[in-house]
């Protein structure tokens, strides 16, 4: 569908494969990378498998979703990246989500990620506004949705999967209605 890959200065953004399966595992599973998002921790690789699909049918679906993030060139997966449709306060928008092994964390491929998901959702899909919802402990993660373009929405906080969500958000484009 033309939008299975992504490609940065530093980074390969591509749908995820089978073969990502363990690498889903492998963040997914480490207490760190899910320390604010407790319910998003895996602990076997079916349930692995499960997510995989969850992201395949979202793909399938919409013909975009979550990028497994690779270095630039090869390498192994360094983490996740991507848009998934969801319905927030009675709208369609665009969940933006990030997830990367702690070995990489600091380095700015999170932002660099992030920032390519966000562009890519302004030139194709303008129709629908972004958010990323942030844990209030979670700073690096509000640095990252900042820095890749949006922008605190306090008036959209309020109760999310593991607690309490503050919102960032990039509304609809100008000239675009939802």
Same mark, same amino acid.
């Given at each position: 569908?033309?939008?299975? =890959? ?15 399966? /363990? ?9 760190? +990378?899910? +320390?604010?998002?407790?319910? /998003?921790?895996?602990?076997?690789? /079916?349930?692995? =498998? ?10 399938s679906g919409h013909g975009f979703g ?19 449709? @969801?319905?927030?306060? %009675? ?14 964390? *600091? ?10 998901? @966000? ?7 303008? =129709?629908?506004? @972004? ?8 700073? +690096? ?5 900042? %820095? ?11 109760? *999310?999967? /593991? ?8 509304? @609809? ?6």
């Amino acid at each position: 569908m033309g939008h299975e =890959e992504l490609v940065t200065r530093r980074l390969s953004l591509r749908r995820p494969a089978p073969g990502d399966i /363990d690498a889903i595992l492998a963040i997914h599973r480490d207490p760190r +990378a899910c +320390a604010h998002n407790p319910s /998003d921790q895996l602990t076997a690789r /079916d349930e692995a =498998e499960q997510l995989f699909h969850r992201w395949d049918a979202h793909w399938s679906g919409h013909g975009f979703g979550y990028w497994t993030v690779r270095p630039a060139g090869a390498g192994e997966p360094v983490g996740f990246c991507g848009l998934k449709v @969801v319905e927030f306060r %009675r709208q369609m928008v665009l969940n933006l989500f990030y997830r990367f092994a702690p070995a990489h964390w *600091g380095a700015g491929l999170a932002t660099e990620a992030a920032t390519a998901a @966000v562009e890519w959702a302004a030139a194709h899909r303008p =129709e629908h506004s @972004v958010i990323a919802r942030v844990r209030p402990a979670n700073h +690096a993660s509000a640095k990252v949705a900042a %820095r890749a373009g949006l922008t605190r929405a306090t008036h959209l906080d309020g109760p *999310g999967y /593991d607690g309490h969500d503050h919102i960032f958000h990039r509304p @609809v484009s100008a000239g675009q209605h939802r």
